[in-house]
């Protein structure tokens, strides 16, 4: 019954460092976590805790549009390296055996050392397993030159933003496809999820220590099959342009900016494949914690009526998520039994057979039909990054990168409906703002990063 092959243009939008339950987790909490299709949903009964440091039981809580600093949430950058993430989902910084789910019981504890390093509270900074970026621990990336917002506690990692809170993603997640059971490729980190995403391998990494991917790309691949392709940066040169090195090269009619994405929109020219990145900056609309989560909800709005708007939208497919969960609490455990992309040993000793923790995804396209609960087959591997892959391969007939996307599920189910719907789910949306600070802020890791990589192409400052 899939209508993939009616798909004439993929488009994905990758967002930074947020999990499920932290933006959706509260999609269907009223309704009893059951879809208005009737579709059960793998949602926050309200009922979820973590222990502090006392044993006491942090329960979760709503974020609504009058929590203090709502769009700010959860405060400050929680950890986000392999270790760190260990200690969330295990309670320990090392992974135990092989098939031994995740008590997702750390995050208060986690997000507690975190808080202690990013205070300068004694003894942490640098302390192994703090989960702090400046410090040099390796897998424990997070903050990197973030303030914490005045009256942040440990506790606030439990909040979870209410659909009324960010209306434009839910919108979407009720009005076209939400993947409950969609997963980040690896427990760490950016730069490894988005190798996994556009190659299929982070060809051993688990870490943003390492910067560029030599691995063949999805980019390259159409390439080679004479099938169009962009990459678009929000407000500057797209990152992946120089982090996947098989495109470093490539035409720059194959990159732009978002303005050039909305003009090719409306003109009826996008590439077959499209990939937007966000504004990586501390005032930009990525919604990498702890940065504004509203001009993210704006750039998502951007995106859709952009889509929506233009004469492609009946043969358009859009892919909303985000690279990994960057610290914030989930409840539902990572499964074991993912495909390693190849033979290569990982750093930290990761045989890459398990995957990270849920990330928020939304499908959105005329051909699925609203309130649509999508998963993968229970028989297979779920979702996760390499779906993305997988999704295109099968559209245009491509093979498979690597054995992790050839075993991936693609999302070719959701596109059910053989007539394209014309109601618009968004409409009368009001998209949600945040008093805007106006001190300067220190450059974004990923802009660091961007920034390292184009001096290395080009060290005299030459073009």
């Given amino acids: 019954m899939s209508q993939l092959s009616s798909i004439e243009h993929i488009v994905v939008l990758m967002l930074e460092n947020r999990s499920f339950d932290h933006m959706l987790g509260w999609l269907y909490t009223a309704s009893g976590n059951v879809s208005p299709s009737g579709s059960r949903f793998e949602g926050l009964t309200g009922n979820e805790t973590n222990p502090d440091a006392n044993g006491n039981h942090v329960k979760v809580f709503p974020i609504t549009q009058t929590t203090p600093n709502a769009y700010s949430m959860p405060g400050f950058d929680p950890g986000e390296g392999y270790m760190a993430a260990n200690r969330q989902l295990f309670g320990s910084l090392k992974a135990p055996a092989d098939g031994q789910p995740a008590s997702m019981n750390g995050f208060v504890a986690d997000y507690a050392a975190t808080l202690g390093w990013g205070s300068g509270a004694s003894g942490m900074s640098g302390a192994p397993g703090m989960s702090a970026g400046m410090s040099g621990a390796p897998g424990m990336s997070g903050a990197r030159g973030m303030s914490v917002v005045p009256g942040t506690t440990a506790l606030h990692i439990m909040g979870c933003f209410t659909p009324e809170a960010l209306p434009v993603l839910s919108g979407l997640a009720k009005g076209f496809a939400v993947c409950d059971h969609w997963y980040g490729s690896v427990p760490t980190e950016t730069l490894p999820n988005r190798a996994f995403a556009c190659t299929g391998s982070s060809q051993g990494h688990m870490d943003d220590n390492t910067r560029t991917y030599t691995s063949p790309s999805i980019f390259g691949a159409l390439s080679k099959h004479g099938i169009d392709w962009s990459l678009y940066g929000y407000d500057a040169e797209p990152l992946g342009r120089h982090v996947f090195t098989d495109i470093t090269r490539a ?3 194959h990159f732009g900016l978002f303005t050039a994405f909305t003009a090719a929109a409306a003109a009826g020219t996008l590439a077959p494949f499209v990939f937007l990145e966000p504004s990586w900056g501390a005032r930009g609309n990525s919604q990498h ?51 390693p992309p190849d033979n290569t040993v990982g750093e930290f000793g990761f045989d890459f057979t398990r995957f990270g923790p849920r990330v928020p995804t939304v499908l959105v396209s005329p051909l699925i039909e609203a309130g649509s609960v999508f ?42 409906l053989k007539r394209p719907r014309s109601d618009d789910p968004l409409h009368g949306v009001t998209v949600p703002s945040a008093p805007q600070p106006s001190a300067a802020a220190a450059p974004s890791h990923l802009q660091e990063v961007l920034a390292d990589l184009i001096s290395r192409q080009y060290p005299a400052g030459g073009a």
């Fill in 289 to 339: 914690p702890n940065y504004d989560v509203a001009l993210g909800e704006q750039l998502i709005h951007d995106v859709y009526y952009a889509l929506r708007n233009g004469p492609a939208w009946n043969h358009t497919l859009l892919i909303i998520t985000y690279d990994e969960h960057g610290g914030c609490y989930d409840h539902a455990p990572p499964p074991w039994g993912a495909t």
């Fill in 251 to 253: 035409s720059s009619s």
């Fill in 375 to 416: 998963r993968a087959p229970s028989s297979g591997p779920p979702l996760d990054h390499t779906s993305i892959l997988k999704t295109v391969e099968s559209r245009w007939g491509l093979g498979p990168l690597t054995a992790r996307d050839r075993a991936a599920p693609d999302v070719s189910g959701a596109l059910r």
